[in-house]
T-cell receptor
């Protein structure tokens, strides 16, 4: 059973426009939600996180929104740049003695110049 | 900056061989993780460790074992490699109190022929 879902395998946007990546989850016990970014031939890098008690977190061009009632989060990138082209993974963490992250399958973002 | 290194970027092994993948982190992190990444499946947790000599199974531990004799080093062992273990293997580490924020190595592309 997939607890973290990214339903769009790919997204293409124009440079300067907004990119919106979406993620849905099923487990209400998740404490944190995160976005990781991955370039080809590199490991994923942490991008931004949000606690389950918040509904928005912003870091520069990146903003994550959490809608707990809909079990949905989104990552907004404004303005998008060609260097943002990468695979973005949504992940969730339930804390306690369970140390693991549950990842979505990823969304390939392509930002066209 | 946290640095997580993996012993090989590319590895080719034959079916039935015993394979060792090594991971070293330099930030004194308590937690270490092994994932595999496959197209369309995202990142899946194989094993993790929260202390020296401690290990916990992840979602897909079958066919794998791990070893953590020193805090900075976490090894993944394929006892008898099979073709379905051809994959990208990613190691990660994190602080005990921030298990949700993981730092990844560059990955090892393993091909089993």
């Amino acid at each position: 059973d997939q607890q973290v879902k990214q339903n769009s395998p790919s997204l293409s946007v124009q440079e300067g426009r907004i990119s919106i990546l979406n993620c849905d989850y099923t487990n209400s016990m998740f404490d944190y939600f995160l976005w990781y970014k991955k370039y080809p031939a590199e490991g994923p890098t942490f991008l931004i996180s949000i606690s389950s008690i918040k509904d928005k977190n912003e870091d520069g061009r990146f903003t994550v929104f959490l809608n707990k009632s809909a079990k949905h989060l989104s990552l907004h990138i404004v303005p998008s740049q060609p260097g943002d082209s990468a695979v973005y993974f949504c992940a969730a963490y339930s804390g306690g003695s369970n140390y693991k992250l549950t990842f979505g399958k990823g969304t390939l973002l392509t930002v066209n110049p | 900056d946290v640095k997580v290194t993996q012993s090989s970027r590319y590895l080719v092994k034959r079916t039935g061989e015993k394979v060792f993948l090594e991971c070293v982190q330099d930030m004194d992190h308590e937690n270490m993780f092994w994932y595999r990444q496959d197209p369309g499946l995202g990142l899946r947790l194989i094993y993790f460790s929260y202390d020296v000599k401690m290990k916990e199974k992840g979602d897909i531990p079958e066919g794998y074992s791990v070893s953590r004799e020193k805090k900075e080093r976490f090894s993944l062992i394929l006892e008898s490699a099979s073709t379905n273990q051809t994959s990208m293997y990613l190691c990660a580490s994190s602080l005990l109190g921030q298990a949700f924020k993981q730092y990844f190595g560059p990955g090892t592309r393993l091909t089993v022929t």
